[in-house]
């Protein structure tokens, strides 16, 4: 059979050439969309698909080339408001001229023409192929969407800061709002130090009980606490703890910080910053906060999480005058568990059977399970629940702009252990009245080792 004559001017009188070129023509069309007009049909507008078609896959090779050879910028173009549009109208676009060229096939194909045994087979081939490639592209349209408007809602346009000592140093807080304490009070607190380079990364745990917290220099905060908050049991709150420093200042002392909400933060969440760089020593570029109460919807649009529960746990229930636990709604039991987001809360939450240095390890193991799960298949298949979720529960002062060259950096983050320190007991022996220098020094020496303390060769 000719690949020219018989496709444009077919022998229509014998069904087994109409039955052959059907098949051609169909196939054609899927393969290169626009082909089968060239062949049969209308030139012109067959050139259209077979160019718009050849561009396509030469971007999607470039892009490829460019995800080896310099992914940090791809993720930074794309993941910028003005490309997501772009991307989304092409993906649009494209897919409307598909669905034309594939119906212009059907109508070129003549189906009457064939044989009655093929008709069918051809027409649903057509169709099966058109719902799946349409379906598809319709649907990553529709995460371009959902990503675009996430990203806006989460991530503001603040300006970029640079590595210091070639570190990022990033201020985790977990905000624990409830019925029982006035506003927010972070329940959670750690500073992430990424090597700005290799992605390796320290964890930085900071107990809520901590005490004589200093300020970093500069703070507005030291003209109230010179010493120290919560030195001499002196705080404007009725605990002085560090977590009590976020509600103090957005509750009394918000003009303290007169340009917080127009830097994408709060006047709470910067003295937190203050904080923390009192307390570690090292300069804080940005924050993150999660809204605890909104944390279980994260989990459950990521469909779950499962942890290993090393003891048994209440959900709910508070202590009574002598004690004992009232109001419990069930238990968390020991072993592997895949728990919802309301028990994954709990989980993270409890201390009233354990002490607050076990829920930090808690929430470690929580935060690192949540990681393992964030597996691009899980993650696309579940993007617009997470998306919701996540422009609900996160609020960053990450811009927009940086925010590719930190995918880049999390991914390099992720192929390596996180190193953790934990500045509790027995490492700080006493939280109420912690060394401050040595809690300094044993920062700077798990940034350089990945230990706190010296090795045995090292102090030799």
């Not at 598909?98 to 023409?113: A, N, S, Y």
């Not at 990022?168 to 905000?175: A, D, Q, W």
Request: proline share 6%.
């Amino acid at each position: 059979m000719s690949v020219t004559y018989p496709l444009r001017h077919p022998e229509t009188r014998s069904e087994a050439v109409m039955r052959r070129r059907g098949w051609w023509l169909v196939v054609a069309n899927l393969l290169l969309p626009g082909s089968a007009q060239v062949l049969a049909g209308n030139r012109r507008f067959g050139r259209i698909g077979i160019v718009g078609t050849l561009v396509l896959w030469a971007v999607a090779i470039l892009l490829g080339l460019l995800y080896l050879l310099n992914r940090a910028w791809l993720f930074e173009v794309f993941t910028q408001g003005w490309t997501l549009v772009i991307l989304q109208g092409l993906m649009i676009a494209y897919c409307v001229l598909w669905v034309i060229l594939t119906l212009d096939t059907l109508r070129l194909v003549r189906l009457v023409k064939v044989a009655q045994s093929a008709r069918s087979g051809i027409a649903a081939f057509t169709i099966v192929m058109l719902v799946a490639l349409v379906g598809g592209t319709g649907y990553g349209s529709v995460l371009v969407g959902s990503a675009r408007g996430a990203l806006g809602d989460v991530f503001g346009a603040t300006a970029s800061e640079p590595p210091v000592d070639g570190r990022y140093n990033i201020m985790l807080l977990g905000g624990d709002a409830g019925p029982d304490r006035e506003g927010l009070r972070p329940d959670s607190m750690s500073v992430v130090s990424i090597d700005a380079k290799t992605g390796k990364a320290v964890n930085i745990g900071l107990p809520r009980n901590l005490d004589q917290i200093p300020f970093s220099k500069g703070s507005p905060m030291l003209k109230d606490y010179p010493d120290g908050y919560g030195t001499g049991g002196r705080c404007d709150v009725d605990v002085c703890m560090l977590n009590s420093i976020y509600t103090e200042v957005e509750l009394y002392k918000p003009d303290y910080y007169p340009k917080a909400k127009a830097e994408g933060s709060e006047p709470g969440i910067e003295a937190m910053r203050d904080a923390l760089e009192g307390a570690t020593g090292l300069k804080i570029q940005y924050y993150v906060l999660i809204d605890m109460q909104g944390f279980s919807d994260l989990i459950d649009a990521l469909g779950g999480v499962t942890i290993d529960v090393k003891e048994k746990l209440p959900i709910g229930g508070l202590p009574d005058a002598s004690g004992k636990l009232q109001g419990v709604e069930g238990w968390i039991e020991p072993g592997v568990q895949h728990m919802d987001g309301k028990t994954a809360q709990w989980y993270a939450r409890s201390r009233e059977t354990t002490s607050d240095y076990d829920r930090m390890a808690r929430q470690r193991q929580l935060e690192e399970a949540m990681l393992a799960q964030m597996n691009p298949a899980n993650v696309l298949a579940k993007f617009q629940d997470i998306a919701k979720a996540g422009s609900q529960v996160v609020k960053t002062d990450v811009p927009q702009s940086m925010l590719g060259y930190f995918v880049d950096l999390a991914l390099k983050t992720k192929k390596q252990p996180v190193v953790s320190l934990d500045l509790v007991p027995p490492l700080v022996p006493d939280p109420t009245n912690p060394d401050w220098d040595a809690i300094h020094g044993y920062v700077q020496r798990t940034l350089k080792t990945g230990s706190p303390t010296p090795t045995p060769a090292a102090s030799g």
